[in-house]
Structures are given as structure tokens and as C-alpha cells.
T-cell receptor
Framework: DTGVSQDPRHKITKRGQNVTFRCDPI?????LYWYRQTLGQGPEFLTY????????KSRLLSDRFSAERPKGSFSTLEIQRTEQGDSAMYLC?????????????FGPGTRLLVL | DAKTTQPPSMDCAEGRAANLPCNHS???????VYWYRQIHSQGPQYIIH???NNETNEMASLIITEDRKSSTLILPHATLRDTAVYYC????????????FGKGTLLTVNP
């Protein structure tokens, strides 16, 4: 257990529905990241926050995706109008800015299946 | 970030040392070498990282060549639970924040 938690761990939804995932980072960590992993591939960066500010979004993050980190603590990732191609593992990680090299610690992930 | 090259798969006998190589010939002076592993259906687990010197922790040792163009992750006494995909990642500190994962090496530890 790294101290990063994600909820839910699994989500099955029908195409067109909206889904929201939550990530609780390690408490003192000021950076939070979202990654997506499809079958057989390594995780791919989606977006990251420094405190409450979203500082970068990958081109993978279409307009249907939105992420928030109110108050710089937990974060949510929402997918609107889900598509079958959104089926993947969504991973959250956190790190402490300024800690030499800045190691990211990952949560267990949320596995999404869009039917 | 510099690109890394790893073998797609390796086998190791239980109880023996597992030596996982990684090439990163274009690494820059301020870039760290990170190793993560991912056991099936779990999130990536941080193992170790280093800049120039060799590093050791309770999980593994990291040997970085003097020219920093390659490194080796050593699991000294592999167990069946070490079967996983191992990712070698090069990342600069500070403002360059994201990890770029390749396909990694699938290490299979055999009884």
C-alpha cells in the first residue's frame, strides 16, 4: 500500500453514460497525476496538478474528460458520454515537489469497462 | 526525456539473482533513471532510482554505468512474487514531471 487510494476499483458502464473516479494522494504530496493504461501497454500521462492548479493536459485528454483537484487534496476524473475506447485502467499518482528526482507513487487504479 | 530500451522478456530461477538491463544512451546530465514494476492488474510500484551513483534499497540494487548510457536493476534473490513487468524510465527532476513508460520487461520467475 503506497498511501494513494482510488475509488472505485472497478467500474462497468454503458456507452454514453458519465463516470467519475476519485483519487486520494499521499497527504503531504502537492503534485497529483492521472495516467491511463490500455491492455498490453505502459501507462500514458493524461494530466497533472500542482496543488489545485491543473498545469498540463495531454492530447489524449479529449473534451469529454475533465479533472479537478479542489483545495489541492483529492482529485476527480470525469468522463462524459463514455465510448468503448475509454475502456482502460485509470491510474493516479502523487509526488512531493522538490524531493530530489520527485518520485511518483501510484494508486491501485480504477479499471473501467464501457459496454 | 531520453528513450529507454529493454528486452521484452526474461526468465529467472527462484532464489537466483535477476539482472534486468536497460539502455538509455541519450540520457542527459540532469536525468534520473527510475525503475518501477507492475504486477498483473495492479498499479505500478516504485522500486528505486538513481542519478549517477549506484543505489541499493530493501528491494533492489541499481547499477549505472560510468557513462550513464545503461543501467541494470538487480533483484538479489528473486521470488515468485517478483514476476512482473519492469519499467526503466528516464526523467529529469523538477519541472519535467511526467513519467514516459515504454513496454518494459516481463520478468518471469520460475520455481
Amino acid at each position: 500500500d503506497t498511501g494513494v487510494s482510488q475509488d472505485p476499483r472497478h467500474k462497468i458502464t454503458k456507452r454514453g453514460q458519465n463516470v467519475t473516479f476519485r483519487c486520494d494522494p499521499i497527504s503531504e504530496h502537492n503534485r497529483l497525476y492521472w495516467y491511463r493504461q490500455t491492455l498490453g501497454q505502459g501507462p500514458e500521462f493524461l494530466t497533472y496538478f500542482q496543488n489545485e492548479a491543473q498545469l498540463e493536459k495531454s492530447r489524449l485528454l479529449s473534451d469529454r474528460f475533465s479533472a479537478e483537484r479542489p483545495k489541492g487534496s483529492f482529485s476527480t476524473l470525469e468522463i462524459q458520454r463514455t465510448e468503448q475506447g475509454d475502456s482502460a485502467m485509470y491510474l493516479c499518482a502523487s509526488s512531493l515537489l522538490g524531493s530530489g528526482g520527485e518520485t511518483q507513487y501510484f494508486g491501485p487504479g480504477t479499471r473501467l469497462l464501457v459496454l | 526525456d531520453a528513450k529507454t530500451t529493454q528486452p521484452p522478456s526474461m526468465d529467472c530461477a527462484e532464489g537466483r539473482a535477476a539482472n534486468l538491463p536497460c539502455n538509455h544512451s541519450t540520457i542527459s546530465g540532469n536525468e534520473y533513471v527510475y525503475w518501477y514494476r507492475q504486477i498483473h492488474s495492479q498499479g505500478p510500484q516504485y522500486i528505486i532510482h538513481g542519478l549517477k551513483n549506484n543505489e541499493t534499497n530493501e528491494m533492489a540494487s541499481l547499477i549505472i554505468t560510468e557513462d550513464r548510457k545503461s543501467s541494470t536493476l538487480i533483484l538479489p534473490h528473486a521470488t515468485l512474487r517478483d514476476t512482473a513487468v519492469y519499467y526503466c524510465i528516464v526523467k529529469s527532476g523538477g519541472s519535467n514531471y511526467k513519467l514516459t513508460f515504454g513496454k518494459g520487461t516481463l520478468l518471469t520467475v520460475n520455481p
